[in-house]
Each structure stands twice: as structure tokens, then as C-alpha cells.
């Protein structure tokens, strides 16, 4: 029903920044949140950021300040500006749509692995 493909995923240094993009393609419709999760390698996957509808934003303590999120309506998409990238950013990240009425779709994860 929904499709979301992520990108923009790779190598970068410490201090280095990156932007990730999420774009929905289905039936979009009644979208209450959009967000992106990580999960590093034996650890539990955990929620970076989230935006709403009205653009209200939220962002883990780990990465306030450094990370921004952001839509763009016409293009289905979703960001994540990262900036002063560290190590312990290194993860599959995954965005996720939230639908009014209980359903959510995933994409597939892009990875960003941050090391010098």
C-alpha cells in the first residue's frame, strides 16, 4: 500500500555531515507522524526523530542540535540533515510513516557509518 525507499546513506568522517531522504510512494493519506529510527549492530533500534503533520519536531537527546528533520510535502519525502557526525551515529537508519488509525511501513534502511 505504502513504499518507502531511503537514501543518501555512506561513508563520512567525524564532524562530517550527511542528508538522508525518505520517499513515499502509495496510497499517503490521514499521515500522522513521520520519523527515522536507528540501530546499530547488536543494539535495539531506537527513535532519532520525528516530525508531525504540523511540523512539530522531536529529536533523541543524542542528537539534538546536530540533526535536523524536515518534509517536503510535494515530493513525499522525508529528511534528516545530519551535521557533526560521530561515531556512535553508525547505523542502519530507517524511516517510518505513521498513519492515523494504527498503521505504520518502514523502508528498508540506508546505512551511515562514521569513521575516520
Known amino acids: 500500500q505504502v513504499q518507502l525507499a531511503e537514501s543518501g546513506g555512506g561513508l563520512v568522517q567525524p564532524g562530517g555531515s550527511l542528508r538522508l531522504s525518505c520517499a513515499a510512494s502509495?496510497?499517503?493519506?490521514?499521515?500522522?507522524?513521520l520519523a527515522w529510527y536507528r540501530q546499530a549492530p547488536g543494539k535495539e533500534r531506537e527513535l532519532v526523530a520525528t516530525?508531525?503533520?504540523?511540523?512539530?519536531?522531536n529529536y533523541a537527546d543524542s542528537v539534538k542540535g546536530r540533526f535536523t528533520i524536515s518534509r517536503d510535502n510535494a515530493k513525499n519525502t522525508v529528511l534528516l540533515q545530519m551535521n557533526s557526525l560521530k561515531p556512535e551515529d553508525t547505523a542502519v537508519y530507517y524511516c517510518?510513516?505513521?498513519?492515523?488509525?494504527?498503521?505504520?511501513?518502514w523502508g528498508q534502511g540506508t546505512q551511515v557509518t562514521v569513521s575516520s
Open positions: 502509495g496510497s499517503i493519506f490521514r499521515v500522522a507522524v
Open positions: 517510518n510513516l505513521a498513519l492515523w488509525g494504527g498503521h505504520s511501513y
Open positions: 516530525i508531525a503533520s504540523g511540523s512539530n519536531t
